[in-house]
């Protein structure tokens, strides 16, 4: 089992930055693909950004790129999301999700993962 709590979440003015962080516990995630959702009110889960286990492959949205950075300290077994020039259309609940597959290519879909975090609040306004 994997435990994955995220925390940095927080209410921000349009253009302001946040970083979210991820703390595993459990298991080691070196071999993980790890991964960020998120989901909006009313709306579904969806993909943000995601990292293969060696940090060799990232893959962002199309709304996340150029703006967010994934990236991973294996030795703290934390990931984290940068997040920058962020808008309204960002405000959601964010998720922290691991895959332990393995894959060199890291999943963009929710059901590619198989553990998840509980979630924190990003609220963008002004």
């Known amino acids: 089992q994997v435990q994955l709590v995220e925390s940095g979440g927080g209410l921000v003015r349009p253009g302001g930055s946040l970083e979210l962080s991820c703390e595993a516990s459990?298991?080691?995630?070196?071999?993980?693909?790890m991964g960020w959702f998120r989901q909006a009110p009313g709306k579904e889960r969806e993909f943000v950004a995601s990292?293969?286990?060696?940090?060799?492959?990232?893959l962002y949205s199309r709304s996340a790129k150029e703006r967010f950075t994934i990236s991973r300290d294996d030795a703290k077994n934390m990931v984290y999301l940068q997040m920058n020039s962020l808008k309204p259309e960002d405000t959601a609940i964010y998720y922290c999700?691991?895959?332990?597959?393995?894959?060199?290519?890291?999943?963009?879909?929710?059901?590619?993962?198989?553990?998840w975090g509980q979630g924190t609040q990003v609220t963008v306004s002004s």
């Open positions: 990292i293969s286990w060696s940090a060799g492959n990232i």
């Open positions: 459990g298991r080691t995630i070196g071999f993980y693909s």
């Open positions: 999700a691991a895959d332990i597959r393995g894959a060199v290519i890291p999943g963009s879909r929710s059901g590619e993962f198989h553990y």
